[in-house]
């Protein structure tokens, strides 16, 4: 049932804030994070690898930097199709995580079955919890984002970000590089997202103004630093996905490494950045887009759109966030980008063309 919505998809993006709410409510009972037994212990595990297909593979490159930042474990993270044909070593006190909406994605369900007997404990963040990944894993843990019938994931992505960003907290409690205090602070936060992500859904109109005009484009460039870089290759696969337009995505760091050589008037740039600690040098790579006649579309918050200055082609406003919590947030606005272009395009938005909900074929 659309809801009333003109696609399932316009419908899970907008359930997002109900949906994160109660996934919430799942995981949390005052300040403890529940997880199903028999747990993991993270002061004993040394390493992390993260393996999935992919817009849940984007979740996993977010997480890393949660993990790796938050509670100061090496994380590794992979295409599971190349993963489980490199035949990585998996060291002693390695925790494998797999990560899977379906659940039954072939090279995710290889992957996992490469590190049966070498990792220590195998874990999955799954949606659908009588999945072979959730059967065979030592843990499994549902995003509870319900049923997601878009070909284009967008409320699983939301959920499997909530639950890797509580795992990332519970180990950086167990490895003390979190206090209670913090941690009390940064939950609070996160309950607080479901009011954000309707202060978002709000602005829907600028943003479908803004996915009108990058309708006519044929390249979209999409660029992000830090934890919003994984986000920017997210936002591009959800437009090539959906819209057909070709778009890429790079660490905004990159640009002058070859990409810049792309830019010209027909290649709106959209720039996903939060006024956090990285945004100087984020406005500093606008000025270089802007500088060869390139056309920014700047997703920020209200500080950082009026740092930005004049010269931007198209601004989105979003509410301030916590910079941890950003990658959450500014789902929306990509999946609302590539939603309201494909629109504009008149593709099949729910069933794109030569893709499947799942792939459980190689
Ligand atoms: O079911 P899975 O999460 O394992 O699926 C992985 C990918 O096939 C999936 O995320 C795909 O990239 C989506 N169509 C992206 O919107």
């Given at each position: 049932d659309k809801g009333g919505y003109k696609h399932f998809m316009a419908k899970e993006i907008a359930d997002q804030p109900g949906v994160l709410a109660d996934a919430l409510a799942a995981y949390l009972d005052g300040d403890a994070i529940l997880l199903p037994d028999p747990g993991i212990d993270f002061s004993r595990i040394e390493r992390l690898t993260l393996v999935a297909c992919g817009t849940a593979f984007y979740a996993c490159l977010t997480a890393k930097y949660w993990f790796e930042k938050m509670a100061r474990l090496p994380v590794e993270v992979d295409v599971a199709s190349e993963f489980r044909y490199r035949e990585p070593p998996i060291l002693p006190g390695t925790a494998a995580v797999f990560v899977s909406q379906s659940g039954e994605t072939a090279d995710t369900l290889a992957a996992l079955r490469y590190c049966r007997d070498k990792a220590d404990t195998i874990l999955s963040v799954v949606n659908?919890?009588?999945s072979s990944i959730a059967r065979e894993s030592d843990l499994a843990l549902p995003i509870h984002a319900g049923i997601e019938v878009g070909v284009a994931s967008t409320k699983a992505f939301t959920c499997q970000l909530n639950v890797l960003l509580l795992l990332a907290i519970t180990a950086a409690c167990a490895r003390g590089h979190m206090s209670q205090a913090e941690k009390s602070q940064l939950l609070a936060e996160l309950r607080a997202l479901p009011g954000l992500f309707n202060a978002t859904l709000d602005r829907s109109a600028d943003i479908e103004a803004a996915a009108r005009k990058i309708a006519e484009a044929r390249d979209v460039l999409f660029l992000g630093r830090g934890l919003m870089y994984p986000l920017a290759l997210e936002g591009a696969l959800k437009l090539k996905e959906i819209s057909y337009i070709h778009a890429e995505a790079y660490a905004s760091g990159e640009l002058k490494h070859g990409p810049i050589a792309l830019i010209d008037k027909m290649v709106p740039v959209i720039v996903m950045a939060p006024r956090d600690a990285l945004f100087d040098k984020t406005v500093s790579n606008m000025q270089e887009v802007m500088a060869r006649g390139g056309k920014v579309c700047l997703i920020s918050d209200a500080a950082g759109l009026a740092q930005a200055g004049?010269?931007?082609?198209q601004g989105i406003t979003l509410p301030a966030v916590d910079d941890r919590l950003a990658p959450l947030l500014y789902a929306l606005p990509a999946q609302l980008l590539a939603y309201h272009a494909a629109v504009a395009k008149g593709t099949d938005v729910d069933q794109p063309r030569n893709l499947a909900k799942s792939v459980t074929v190689e």
């Open positions: 659908v919890e009588t004049d010269g931007i082609w």
